[in-house]
């Protein structure tokens, strides 16, 4: 009986076509080139809002593109005291501070028990919390402010701290559900077993281990209300002194467009994008975490 023995050929040995190595750094030129396209259209607005700001009216309007001759610091002293941007800004941090709480709260704790309990409606109550993100905002103005007109929150704090709950609480919740579902089912269950009530294993233990989601979605939610435009025009448009910071900002481009102060709107603008600056260069990481958690798990 006769044996053949094939020859061994390791992957080192195989020879590579130069045409693979020529396809490889064509793609990798092109990806390269791809994601510097897209930082320049993605951060080259901001950057000349940013040093626009810095320039009177005058340059503004003789060379749009230019660079600053001098920066002049006025401008955000103008937007912040005489186009109230500080008062619309105080406005906002409050407002955020009551929705923003009760959007994480109410999400995670409506999440939790859809994600580890089973009850009779469950999938009934998750698909219609999906359904609320499939459903515009702009059907619901005209039922929303006959709703609050008669329960007398219309031009109140309280009345758009729960609007904005409300418009989050959809996309919150079933986020949180996907993230619920990974943790592990055995510290639950051992907690319960030491006697550990309902509340106190999800306040002390399941939410602390849901911490990356919850940081996640808290930035979504936080950038999302700050921006938030229409429900605040549709709720909030009696007093000026209780203007949001987007509402100040429209009413300063219209009053500061006819003013000619240029300079005192790029400068307002500039004011809002900080906080959404500081808050994604601050939390990024937590951010990919907590959106890659539910995969690596």
């Known amino acids: 009986m006769t044996t053949t023995t094939v020859p061994r050929t390791d992957a080192a040995d195989v020879p590579r076509r ?12 092109f990806s390269h080139a791809f ?29 749009p593109m230019g660079w600053p001759a001098s920066f002049h610091w006025e401008n955000f002293t103008n937007a912040w005291t005489e186009a109230s941007i500080g008062q619309y800004a105080l406005n906002s941090v409050i407002i955020l501070a009551g929705s923003l709480t009760g959007t994480m709260l109410l999400g995670s704790m409506a999440a939790y028990v859809i994600a580890r309990f089973t009850f009779p409606g469950n999938r009934l109550i998750f698909m219609l919390f999906a359904g609320g993100m499939m459903f515009p905002v702009i059907l619901a103005l005209v039922p929303l402010f006959a709703v609050m007109e008669n329960f007398g929150l219309l031009d109140t704090r309280p009345g758009l701290m729960i609007a904005y709950i409300a418009y989050s609480l959809p996309f919150t919740t079933f986020f949180l559900t996907s993230f619920f579902r990974t943790l592990p089912t055995g510290v639950q269950e051992a907690a319960m077993v030491d006697g550990a009530s309902h509340t106190r294993t999800f306040f002390q233990i399941m939410l602390p281990m849901a911490k990356p989601g919850l940081v996640s979605i808290g930035i979504f939610n936080f ?21 949001v910071l987007p509402q100040g900002l429209a009413t300063l481009a219209v009053s500061q467009g ?21 808050v ?18």
């Open 18 to 29: 130069e045409g693979d190595s020529a396809g490889g750094a064509t793609l990798n030129v």
């Open 35 to 63: 994601l510097v396209l897209w930082v320049v259209l993605a951060a080259g607005p901001l950057v000349w809002v940013a040093l626009t700001a810095f320039r009177p009216s005058t340059e503004i309007l003789s060379d």
């Open 223 to 243: 950038l999302g209300q700050w921006n938030q435009y229409l429900l605040p025009l549709l709720l909030n448009n009696e007093e000026e002194s209780r203007y």
């Open 258 to 278: 006819y003013r000619g102060d240029w300079g005192a709107l790029f400068a307002g603008l500039t004011i809002a994008m900080l906080p959404v600056l500081v």
């Open 280 to 297: 994604y260069a601050v939390f990024q990481r937590q951010v990919q975490a907590g959106l890659t958690a539910g995969a690596l798990k």
